[in-house]
């Protein structure tokens, strides 16, 4: 159902690659609350993964560039304008990789260069597309920009590896580029700690479907789906947070609040059971 929440803005989606893609929900959304939009992922993504059907779903240009590199980014702003006719009320960033992870090399066994690249990819491109913004004066006063992240930039968890500490980088980005941009043309800029969602960069996290089951059972809503990201984005997106900034906002079902719920600690005895000797007690394999 749409509220006409975004009638009327301009903006640019980063990441979407295919129906999995949180990016894909939030884009489909922007376009049925009244935006109009461009869509952008690297060349590579563009061309295997399913983008431009998206596209000629929402009647949005598609523009291929690699967020890493500044001179495509400022193409993307400089392009966007023009099709848009104007300037950007509100951008995504959704973007994320870790070649560690693929490599499957363990934290501490790390690849030097592969972090480099996890932290270009994942969290100095969210600077490098801000500082390109600002620069060119793209993004119009009081526009918002968003980035997705997750709960382990502050709480350790098995498998995520080196994202972590991309997702730590992309948050401090996010307040510290909050302040001045806030400051001197009342945009706001903000993190979303979204739940383990299986998109396809969550796909190669070691143990993700133990992690979304263990997400959904410690968080008293549930886990939070693409889908319910996307609202949550529009929301952010809209004049409704017009002084929400430098915020990382928990889009988690309450994870990041628990420490123990009744529905982890049943699946958890249900486990010691197996490992109970005659006399009942917890045998330590």
């Not at 193409?75 to 951008?91: H, P, Q």
């Not at 793209?138 to 997702?167: C, H, P, W």
């Not at 906002?249 to 249900?270: E, I, P, V, W």
Request: net charge negative; proline share 2%.
């Amino acid at each position: 159902m749409s509220n006409n929440l975004l009638k009327g803005k301009r903006g640019i989606i980063f990441g979407a690659l295919n129906e999995m893609s949180i990016a894909w929900k939030v884009a489909e959304r922007a376009v049925e609350e009244g935006a109009v939009i461009t869509l952008t992922n690297t060349p590579v993504a563009v061309r295997m993964g399913q983008v431009s059907e998206l596209g000629e779903k929402l009647n949005a240009e598609i523009i291929p560039a690699d967020a890493t590199n500044v001179e495509d980014l400022e193409m993307v702003f400089a392009k966007s304008m023009e099709i848009l006719g104007g300037k950007i009320d509100f951008v995504l960033h959704s973007i994320g990789m870790s070649p560690n992870v693929r490599k499957k090399r363990p934290y501490d066994d790390l690849d030097y260069d592969l972090l480099n690249k996890t932290l270009d990819i994942s969290a100095i491109s969210f600077h490098k597309m801000i500082q390109v913004a600002k620069k060119m004066d793209a993004i119009a006063e009081n526009g918002s920009i968003l980035a997705l992240s997750y709960v382990a930039a502050q709480r350790t968890l098995f498998g995520y590896n080196d994202m972590a500490d991309a997702k730590a980088l992309l948050e401090s980005i996010a307040r510290s580029f909050g302040y001045i941009y806030g400051r001197e043309k009342g945009v706001r800029i903000n993190t979303i700690s979204q739940s383990p969602t299986m998109t396809t960069a969550g796909s190669g996290v070691k143990g993700m479907e133990s992690l979304m089951d263990f997400a959904n059972r410690m968080s008293p809503l549930g886990n939070a789906s693409a889908e319910e990201c996307a609202d949550y984005c529009i929301v952010m997106f809209s004049d409704l947070t017009r002084k929400v900034t430098m915020q990382n906002l928990y889009h988690d079902g309450g994870f990041s609040s628990m420490g123990m719920s009744l529905r982890a600690m049943t699946q958890y005895n249900k486990s010691f059971d197996e490992y109970r000797n005659e006399n009942g007690d917890i045998c330590y394999g």
